[in-house]
């Protein structure tokens, strides 16, 4: 799917969850974490919260797209791994709908590295 790089270990996304940033919104949740590779890389999760296996697939299918089409958008140095957990209400929503979101959501982010970094 046009060169995108997924997160495959457990640990990697629990790396994302304990010790990366994260951002909150009814439709997704979004952390972010440097990675130290020369390569951006998402993750999607999808827990039993959200229905069964049709709705889980959706939600993780709808979050992709979203991401497919804002990555162009989105100019930021490589080397992060962005983990998006799907929300209830996120197989009822359209990608369209989510695109705008996840754009606020990784530029609040990395706002926040480059504070972080500054006060070092």
Known sequence: MKNLKT?????EYKRAYFQGSYKAHPLVVTYLIKNGLLENRIGITTSKKIGKA????RARRIIRAAYLNIR???SFETGYDIVFVA???TAKAKS????????????FL???KIKKKKYK
């Open 7 to 11: 997160i495959k270990l457990n640990k």
């Open 54 to 57: 049709f709705a889980r697939n």
């Open 72 to 74: 162009q958008q989105l």
């Open 87 to 89: 929300r209830a209400d």
């Open 96 to 107: 369209s709908d989510l695109e705008p979101i996840l754009i606020k959501q990784i530029q």
């Open 110 to 112: 990395l706002s926040l």
